[in-house]
């Protein structure tokens, strides 16, 4: 199996958008709801934002922020960003104030697309950051008359009007008619998307991804699950995320398929669209897979068109007993576990073979990606069978953290991206990811970085420091432990459950702590660094 050569040609993914565009303009790309967006509008529209952006005075290399949940005019702005030579910033729709001011700092960005029932988030800093310009949708704005499948009561409120921003939809309606999109020249290795991740430590960092980077995974997660032009691919993992974004805009982009989108996970929504739109295949959470299974009408529903579904454990580890269930529930479906990949090297580094499924483990490497094991102190290359860091390199290995220059040269060493993760690699070449050398903390698949949740519960009136460390849990993975020294006026006044609740206000929720601990000090070196690893021992 390769990888290579590519479908369409050499070149970036929205040109792949443009080649769909001007050979079957009519067929669809992205079904919302019901709602169809043709090739040939998804191409017109992104043209339109690309035309947008530049008469702002945005030219490439210049980074511009999206905060939404997934929506048709998500892939809208993306596609329109990256056909300017622009940069992709990727927002978490969770973050709160302080967590969205620090990625917007940290881009630079003069302009963003916000859903409107997310601007208040934004609106609390954005006197603090460089945006200029904020283009506001509303997710119900391209809904049909007549929905196909069940949309979520949140998408159905009514459309907020606000002063001083620009309202994405109708921006775009004007630049369609002006003129056609920017064509700037641009190399294949310039960066196109900035999608932040932990590296190895510390707060967030943007990893700088390129146009080759997404076309070359692209290739990977199409050819290697058998995906083409005649599929229908359910798309409900988020898109701002890497492995979202992957299956649910690039895969469809590069084969030319037609994706069902959905705002969030349903499962009755599931069973309606893939009953109703004939759905082949589903990149899906294993806790997804259950719930579908387990609602009360499923057997109800005619899923037998599903064929193909790699799925990820997060939460519920995906068995060989659920997907023997999930096959027979839908009659022939295989189900297994997706693949190995994070977000610096643009995720999926390897594939499950379908005719040669390994439980326990992630699969095998992708064709054109080389993976090593390492010991982690010497350097050595381990031998089969034995546990070290994962390391490895293709087309898909990121540039660099943005502005990060010690990290990257700590991470990505003569092109091998250095993973801090723990695995093995079989006879057959088969990789299992044991654990994380890093100190990153996995809350139902969403990455928690330490420093951050920290940084936040400093602010907190009663806290003098707070460390944070992940501790294990039989549903989520992991969660959130803070160990917290108490200023010495609220020693004995301030409680766990009011931590816990001042948390969940000023932070996503899966980064806010369940667990709150009591100390008069932490551990700590000579130079004032916590020792996090004494607290989880």
Excluded at 356 to 380: H, M, N, S
Excluded at 474 to 487: F, H, L, N, Q, S
């Amino acid at each position: 199996m390769q990888a290579q050569p590519f479908r369409d040609g050499d070149k970036p993914l929205h040109e792949y958008l443009r080649s769909h565009a001007r050979r079957q303009p009519q067929r669809t790309a992205f079904l919302w709801y019901g709602r169809a967006i043709t090739y040939g509008e998804l191409d017109r529209l992104s043209d339109a934002f690309a035309v947008r952006l530049a008469a702002l005075g945005v030219a490439a290399g210049d980074r511009v922020a999206l905060f939404m949940q997934n929506c048709p005019q998500y892939i809208v702005a993306h596609f329109g960003i990256q056909k300017l030579g622009a940069v992709v910033g990727p927002c978490g729709p969770l973050f709160k104030a302080q967590e969205l001011q620090y990625q917007l700092d940290d881009l630079g960005a003069r302009v963003i697309v916000c859903a409107d029932n997310l601007y208040p988030v934004l609106a609390q800093v954005r006197a603090g950051t460089r945006i200029e310009h904020v283009f506001v949708t509303h997710y119900a704005d391209l809904l049909p008359a007549q929905p196909s499948i069940a949309v979520p009561d949140e998408i159905l409120v009514p459309k907020q009007s606000i002063a001083g921003t620009v309202d994405f939809l109708e921006a775009l309606a004007g630049a369609a008619e002006a003129e056609a999109g920017p064509r700037p020249a641009m190399s294949m290795d310039d960066v196109a998307l900035m999608t932040y991740t932990s590296g190895t430590t510390g707060l967030p960092k943007g990893a700088m991804l390129s146009y080759r980077n997404a076309l070359f995974k692209a290739a990977c997660a199409a050819d290697c699950n058998g995906v083409g032009a005649d599929d229908v691919i359910l798309a409900i993992a988020p898109l701002y995320h890497i492995a979202g974004m992957l299956m649910g805009i690039n895969v469809t982009v590069y084969t030319g398929a037609t994706t069902v989108l959905m705002y969030r996970f349903d499962p009755l929504a599931v069973l309606q669209a893939i009953e109703r739109h004939r759905i082949t295949w589903w990149y899906s959470i294993a806790p997804m897979n259950v719930a579908v299974m387990q609602h009360p009408d499923a057997k109800r529903y005619d899923v037998s068109s599903l064929k193909v579904n790699p799925s990820t454990s997060f939460g519920i580890t995906l068995t060989q007993p659920l997907a023997q269930q999930w096959t027979q529930f839908t009659g022939g479906c295989a189900l297994f576990e997706a693949a190995y990949g994070l977000s610096e090297t643009h995720t999926m580094d390897t594939y499950m073979p379908r005719d040669a499924i390994r439980w326990g483990t992630q699969g095998k490497p992708c064709p054109g990606v080389e993976f090593r094991i390492l010991d982690p102190d010497t350097g050595q290359e381990k031998p089969c069978g034995e546990l070290g860091e994962i390391v490895l390199r293709s087309a898909g290995s990121f540039k660099g953290y943005w502005n990060k220059s010690e990290a990257t040269a700590k991470t990505l060493r003569d092109g091998w991206v250095h993973t801090g993760d723990m695995g093995k690699l079989d006879a057959d070449g088969y990789l299992s990811f044991v654990g994380r050398f890093k100190e990153m903390i996995k809350v139902s698949g969403y990455s928690v970085f330490p420093e951050e949740v920290e940084k936040i519960l400093i602010t907190h009136p009663a806290v003098a420091q707070a460390a944070v460390i992940g501790v294990p849990d039989p549903t989520r993975g992991e969660v959130v432990k803070a160990v917290i020294v108490a200023k010495p006026e609220a020693r004995g006044k301030v409680g766990a459950d009011e931590i816990i609740a001042w948390a969940r206000e000023n932070m996503s929720v899966y980064k806010a702590p369940r667990e709150v601990e009591f100390r008069d000090a932490l551990p700590a070196t000579g130079a004032g660094k916590v020792l996090r690893r004494l607290l989880k021992d």
